[in-house]
């Protein structure tokens, strides 16, 4: 089940669960839209993977329970902000390989 972080990993930025700004990449890691683009380049400085639009659960139980009253968005801070001399260098190597070739 997707975790539905509540933050930007690298800002803090509220991510609420209907947010459209929240991306993601393989492993969950979350970051706001502004971040991936401008900070980290769509290269996640915690695995090298590209980012998509995290998916938004259903507020509403339109079958089978499958909602966000039934499966709540976590409340789990990962504030973990990007050094971004570091993340450049890392990022360096692997930026111009399209997400899904790497």
Do not use: Q
């Given at each position: 089940?997707?975790?539905?972080?509540?933050?930007?990993?690298?800002?803090?930025?509220?991510?609420?669960?209907?947010?459209?700004?929240?991306?993601?990449?393989?492993?969950?890691?979350?970051?706001?839209?502004?971040?991936?683009?401008?900070?980290?380049?769509?290269?996640?400085?915690?695995?090298?993977?590209?980012?998509?639009?995290?998916?938004?659960r259903p507020s509403k139980n339109w079958k089978g329970d499958n909602y966000l009253g039934k499966d709540?968005?976590?409340?789990?801070?990962?504030?973990?902000?990007?050094?971004?001399?570091?993340?450049?260098?890392?990022?360096?190597?692997?930026?111009?390989?399209?997400?899904?070739?790497?």
């Amino acid at each position: 089940m997707l975790e539905l972080r509540p933050t930007c990993e690298n800002c803090n930025k509220p991510l609420p669960p209907d947010s459209l700004e929240a991306c993601i990449c393989t492993y969950e890691c979350t970051f706001c839209a502004t971040c991936v683009d401008k900070v980290l380049g769509n290269v996640c400085p915690n695995c090298g993977g590209g980012f998509v639009p995290r998916p938004i659960r259903p507020s509403k139980n339109w079958k089978g329970d499958n909602y966000l009253g039934k499966d709540p968005a976590s409340v789990k801070i990962k504030h973990r902000p990007v050094d971004p001399a570091a993340h450049a260098k890392f990022a360096a190597t692997i930026r111009n390989i399209p997400p899904e070739k790497r």
